[in-house]
């Protein structure tokens, strides 16, 4: 009887199961805590509480398919720490929230990376460094980088293109739905340690747009169901909907960018230096671009308001 010696997993494959392990426990443990929290929630707090408390995280369904599907949900953990780390005086003026955003990030990545908050604060500068701005979907579909192979930068300009799109909220999902199963069905070098950026860069685009659709949602003041989405005026969801295409788009650059700088380092310190670039900038754009929005919503899950 012939014996088959079995494939031993890479470091980076073994980080990645680990992660997706994490992060299908973290998902679980939101629900049931969504769960066991709700027959206590008083009636009279406002909906956007409810939706993005400190309990409940916001992120697009999870795709096991994606190798990489748990790192757009560690991006969305990190903008949802700046979120709900903000206090009072920070809305007072755009240098405190992008203060906080900062800091907020560094703890994130010391406490759940392991980066030293020196570390951490390092590559949230170097984020900020990017410039990224109201131009990243232009940027994103225009991105070139001699790191990125010329199938990356393929995907990474037609996520870029999607977010371009003047459209509404269903459509914007449809094609990025669509454009990850395109990605998935490559033929992907084995054991996920190289050219893993389209990979990535479609999971921060995909729940970094659930959640920011969440929250511009909720700022407009627009129903939150799609339903009622179509019975809404056409030029308003449009206007709304690019809010939200941009800093994703943002997020979807630093989260490549930061990755591509280390791509000699390793599969792990490429995930970890992405994540905290891409959520550092995701505060940071929100911030700089639709400060106004920001604060709206802020304000209304402050305490005073519960």
């Known amino acids: 009887m012939k014996h088959h010696a079995q494939a031993v997993p890479t470091r980076g494959t073994q980080y990645l199961r680990l992660a997706q392990s994490i992060t299908i426990l973290l998902v679980a443990g939101t629900l049931l805590c969504s769960c066991g929290e709700s027959s206590n929630e008083a009636p009279t707090l406002p909906s956007s509480y409810l939706a993005m408390r400190k309990s409940d995280l916001v992120h697009a369904p999870y795709h096991r398919s994606n190798p990489f599907d748990s790192v757009g949900i560690q991006h969305n953990m990190l903008v949802h720490h700046f979120i709900s780390s903000t206090v009072p005086w920070d809305t007072l003026e755009m240098s405190h929230m992008l203060g906080r955003c900062q800091s907020s990030?560094?703890?994130?990545?010391?406490?759940?990376?392991?980066?030293?908050?020196?570390?951490?604060?390092?590559?949230?500068?170097?984020a900020f460094a990017l410039g990224i701005d109201s131009t990243a979907r232009l940027r994103l579909a225009?991105?070139?980088?001699?790191?990125?192979?010329?199938?990356?930068?393929?995907?990474?300009?037609?996520?870029g293109e999607i977010f371009c799109e003047q459209t509404r909220f269903e459509e914007t999902q449809r094609q990025l739905d669509n454009l990850e199963r395109e990605i998935l069905a490559e033929q992907w070098p084995e054991g996920n340690e190289t050219e893993v950026l389209?990979?990535?860069?479609?999971?921060?685009?995909?729940?970094?747009?659930?959640?920011?659709?969440?929250?511009?949602?909720?700022?407009?003041?627009?129903?939150?169901?799609?339903?009622?989405?179509?019975?809404?005026?056409?030029?308003?969801?449009?206007?709304?909907?690019?809010?939200?295409?941009?800093?994703?788009?943002?997020?979807?650059?630093?989260?490549?960018?930061?990755?591509?700088?280390?791509?000699?380092?390793?599969?792990?310190?490429?995930?970890?230096?992405?994540?905290?670039?891409?959520g550092a900038v995701s505060g940071a754009v929100a911030v700089i671009v639709y400060f106004d929005d920001i604060v709206s919503f802020l304000n209304g899950i402050m305490p005073w308001n519960w």
Not at 142 to 159: F, G, K, N, V
Request: charged share 20%.
């Open 142 to 159: 225009a991105y070139d980088s001699p790191l990125a192979t010329s199938r990356e930068r393929h995907y990474l300009r037609r996520i």
């Open 105 to 126: 990030a560094a703890e994130w990545g010391n406490k759940m990376l392991g980066y030293s908050r020196e570390q951490s604060l390092g590559l949230v500068q170097s």
């Open 198 to 278: 389209a990979r990535m860069a479609i999971s921060i685009a995909r729940h970094s747009y659930a959640y920011w659709k969440r929250m511009m949602v909720e700022v407009s003041g627009l129903p939150s169901d799609e339903g009622a989405l179509r019975k809404t005026a056409t030029d308003v969801i449009i206007r709304t909907n690019s809010k939200v295409q941009i800093i994703s788009a943002a997020d979807v650059i630093a989260g490549t960018s930061a990755a591509e700088a280390v791509s000699g380092a390793g599969l792990l310190t490429q995930i970890k230096v992405g994540l905290i670039s891409a």
